[in-house]
């Protein structure tokens, strides 16, 4: 009995000492994910459950060993990460400080994705691939990123700084900074060189070709009362 306390009182320590250590390397990340969501009381409790996190923390480790060209490994720890927590990304993609996936289910990273500072993803992003060629094939994300449930960026292309990714868009195009983009294809509009979408708000998005539809209809309105 007392050996058997003994061991847990040592596992306590251990998963203690974890415990500590991930918040000091992980700081930015937890607080991001307290900033961004409103469900995360405490760090404890993103530190705990949140398997957007976990996920990140598998994918330094899988990242710095695919950097020694242990590949082999680095992918088997990507894939265990991406069995226990649904999110995908393959231990060559270069992620930056201040990541979140918010949920996170079904969202996939491509090996030559390159992710800036303080982005977000939500569940069901696909930063993948359109062809089978070599070399940089996937996205590159630049920082203060929004990209919203189920939106899909594909290809060697350029997300700037700054801009907002709707639910379900499907890009393939560069997006300059400072932009939202909508629909499938994605379509660009610019918000006057103002950082977008600062409250997170998905319901409140421009969209450039109903804009001009309500413009358009409103011309002709202002035609019939003239005539």
């Known amino acids: 009995m007392i050996i058997f306390l003994k061991i847990l009182f040592i596992l306590f320590i251990l998963f203690s000492l974890k415990v500590v250590l991930i918040y000091l390397f992980f ?16 760090s404890l409790e993103v530190l705990l459950l949140y398997q957007g996190l976990h996920a990140l923390i598998s994918h330094r480790i899988a990242h710095f060993f695919y950097k020694m060209h242990f590949l082999f ?4 720890i990507s894939q265990i990460s991406r069995k226990f927590t649904g999110i995908e990304i393959h231990p060559g993609a270069q992620i930056g400080r201040g990541f979140f996936i918010d949920h996170g289910m079904g969202v996939v990273i491509g090996e030559t994705a390159i992710i800036g500072d303080n982005v977000l993803l939500y569940q069901g992003v696909t930063l993948g691939g359109t062809g089978l060629e070599k070399g940089k094939r996937h996205p590159t994300i630049g920082n ?3 990209i919203g449930a189920g939106a899909k960026v594909l290809g060697n292309i350029n997300v700037g700084d700054s801009s907002y990714i709707g639910a379900n868009a499907v890009v393939i195009k560069d997006v300059p900074a400072n932009s939202t983009v909508v629909g499938v294809p994605g379509r660009i509009t610019k918000q006057d060189g103002k950082k977008i979408d600062v409250s997170l708000d998905h319901i409140h998005i421009l969209d450039p070709i109903m804009q001009s539809m309500e413009e358009l209809e409103q011309r002709i309105k202002k035609l019939e009362n003239k005539g």
């Not at 490994?73 to 088997?76: G, K, P, S, T, V």
């Open 27 to 42: 700081h930015g990340e937890i607080k991001t994910a307290q900033q961004k969501d409103p469900a995360a009381r405490t």
């Open 144 to 146: 203060n990123v929004v």
């Open 73 to 76: 490994l680095a992918r088997l």
